[in-house]
């Protein structure tokens, strides 16, 4: 009886959260055109670092002049454009966000282009790289990216304590035909 009410439990907690938010995690950020070794000098990110949380975080400055609002919520990375631009085609055109602390943005699910842009990203390690080489923005034109869940380490700790518990279950159980 003991093994049935642990992985009744087991089961009952699975439908926990199994991620943490973005919300609250700290990020960097910086401009690359040419390729994702170098930043590229006239563009700023600021604040830098900055923490995610409600509503707009940080702004993007380009040339001085372009500028792209970065907001992150719990499992989405929004980039809103504030001026016209159109960005030239290169190897690697875009902005790249280095996790400093927090749970990681998980898989990349998917990413929507307000006005049908072509926007490719994806991830190296800590850092994701967003890439809009050769696409027209207009203000309030948006980029949205959307992420996995992460595992928490107590979601998966749960789901081996059930596994273990059905284990546990079957090998406590007489098999038919054998006396």
């Known amino acids: 009886m003991p093994r049935l009410l642990l992985l009744l439990l087991g089961f009952a907690l699975l439908p926990l959260p199994a991620r943490a938010s973005l919300v609250g995690s700290v990020m960097q950020g910086a401009y690359f055109y040419g390729g994702t070794a170098t930043p590229y000098g006239d563009a700023s990110l600021s604040p830098g670092p900055f923490t995610t949380g409600e509503g707009v975080e940080a702004l993007l400055t380009v040339d001085g002049n372009v500028t792209t609002a970065i907001d992150v919520g719990a499992s989405t990375l929004v980039l809103t454009a504030g001026t016209l631009v159109d960005y ?34 994806f991830l190296q390690g800590d850092m994701l790289f967003i890439d809009w080489a050769g696409q027209h923005f207009e203000p309030g034109d948006t980029v949205t990216l959307s992420f996995a869940a992460v595992p928490e380490p107590g ?25």
């Open 88 to 121: 030239a085609a290169a190897p690697f055109n875009g902005l790249g966000l280095t996790l400093l602390a927090g749970e990681g943005f998980g898989r990349i699910l998917s990413i929507v282009a307000s006005a049908g842009q072509v926007v490719a990203a």
């Open 155 to 179: 979601a998966l700790l749960l789901l081996g304590a059930g596994l273990l518990g059905l284990l546990a279950l079957r090998r406590s159980r007489p098999r038919a035909g054998l006396v």
